[in-house]
Each structure stands twice: as structure tokens, then as C-alpha cells.
């Protein structure tokens, strides 16, 4: 079975605390993604990347950045947390050849 | 950009009944996927479909190109289809772009 795996289920961090959100896919997708999901907000594309070293910014890039240095490894960074940067993030992957879509677990992040 | 909207927004049905939620698009797309939350939980793919139907269990999905439409339908409701269903669109190799979602609660 496909897999995504995001390392922290949920995560308290402190104001101004620099924040890795770790992604890794088992599927050899090259396209990878990062989401944060608000409640009325729906799904808001942060940043994704459609092979190593390449990044592109989604709809909300400020205030994050990303690394792709493996193809199956996807970073999300919070250079300086803050608090209105409490949400939920997910990651997904997606094949480029079948379109097929998986989205990790999610990490509950709360900014303090 | 493509815009994706979903109805009904909420939706409560007893348990047994026929459900049927509706996604419309505004510009052709490679393919449509249908999304399923469960309160708290992740997101899980139902369908990924690019024409006619798809047939999962209890879940039926459909989608008509010309009409840029797509149905999610749910024969015999249970309580455990209570969850956010979510359309979303993608062409060629672009993001993905998602409905707000249809929140479905069925009561036994």
C-alpha cells in the first residue's frame, strides 16, 4: 500500500521556535505537497515540489519555506513560528504519470 | 484557476438513506478525485476518476465531462459515513484545486 508518513502526529512549539515538518513517501512520486487545513478555510496549498530541488510557492507561502533534497523526503519550515500558524498540516504525494493522490496523517501544530 | 463548488455544504440523513453530494467545476480537468475526513482524522482517497463510474462497496461515483459535474453517491447511509467529503480537480500536472467540502452526518 501507498504511503505517506508525516513524524509528528501533534507538536507544541513556542512563538519564534524555528519548526521541521517532516514528510516521506514509499511510492517514488515525483510530485510532493504540502496543505494546512483551517476550520472554514478548507484545504490552502502552502508550497509543493515537483522533483528534487525544485519548489514552487502554493496560495499562503508566507512564513514558510521548503527542502526537497531526496525524492521521497519533503520539508515544511517555519522559520519563525508564530501563532497564527496553528493548523493542521498535511502532506500528500501524487504520481505525475496516474494522477494518483495520498495524503499523509497530518500534524496537529499548536503555536504557544 | 479552476472553481470547485460542492452542495450541499451540510447534509444529515437516518441512517438508510440514499445520499447524494455534487461537485461542479469550471474548466476541464485530467482527472477528480473524491476525498473522505473523518472527524479528527486524515484524508482518505475514495475515487480518482477521469469519465463515467466508479463503484466502491456502498460508494458510487460519477462524473460527466460535458456538464463538468461529478456525483458522489451513498446507497444504504450508516452512521459511520459521517465524515467531510471532498471534491477536488487537477489539470495536467498542476495542484490539485478542492471543494470547502460537504460535512455528512447520518443519524441511526
Known amino acids: 500500500d501507498v504511503k505517506v508518513t508525516q513524524s509528528s502526529r501533534y507538536l507544541v512549539k513556542r512563538t519564534g521556535e524555528k519548526v521541521f515538518l517532516e514528510c516521506v513517501q514509499d511510492?517514488?512520486?515525483?510530485?510532493m505537497f504540502w496543505y494546512r487545513q483551517d476550520p472554514g478555510l478548507g484545504l490552502r496549498l502552502i508550497y509543493f515540489s515537483y522533483d528534487v530541488k525544485m519548489k514552487e510557492k502554493g496560495d499562503i507561502p508566507e512564513g514558510y519555506s521548503v527542502s526537497r533534497e531526496k525524492k521521497e523526503r519533503f520539508s515544511l519550515i517555519l522559520e519563525s513560528a508564530s501563532t497564527n500558524q496553528t493548523s493542521m498540516y498535511l502532506c500528500?504525494?501524487?504520481?505525475?504519470?496516474?494522477?494518483?493522490?495520498?495524503f499523509g496523517s497530518g500534524t496537529r501544530l499548536t503555536v504557544v | 484557476k479552476n472553481e470547485v463548488e460542492q452542495s450541499p455544504q451540510n447534509l444529515t440523513a437516518q441512517e438508510g438513506e440514499f445520499i447524494t453530494i455534487n461537485c461542479s467545476y469550471s474548466?476541464?480537468?485530467?482527472?477528480l478525485h473524491w476525498l473522505q475526513q473523518h472527524p479528527g482524522g486524515g484524508i482518505v482517497s475514495l475515487f480518482m476518476l477521469s469519465s463515467g463510474k466508479k463503484k466502491h462497496g456502498r460508494l458510487i461515483a460519477t462524473i460527466n465531462i460535458q456538464e463538468k459535474h461529478s456525483s458522489l453517491h451513498i446507497t444504504a447511509s450508516h452512521p459511520r459515513d459521517s465524515a467531510v467529503y471532498i471534491c477536488a480537480v487537477g489539470v495536467g500536472n498542476t495542484p490539485l484545486v478542492f471543494g470547502k467540502g460537504t460535512r455528512l452526518s447520518v443519524i441511526a
Open positions: 474548466v476541464g480537468i485530467s482527472a
Open positions: 511510492m517514488d512520486h515525483e510530485n
Open positions: 500528500a504525494s501524487e504520481s505525475s504519470s496516474n494522477y494518483g493522490y495520498t
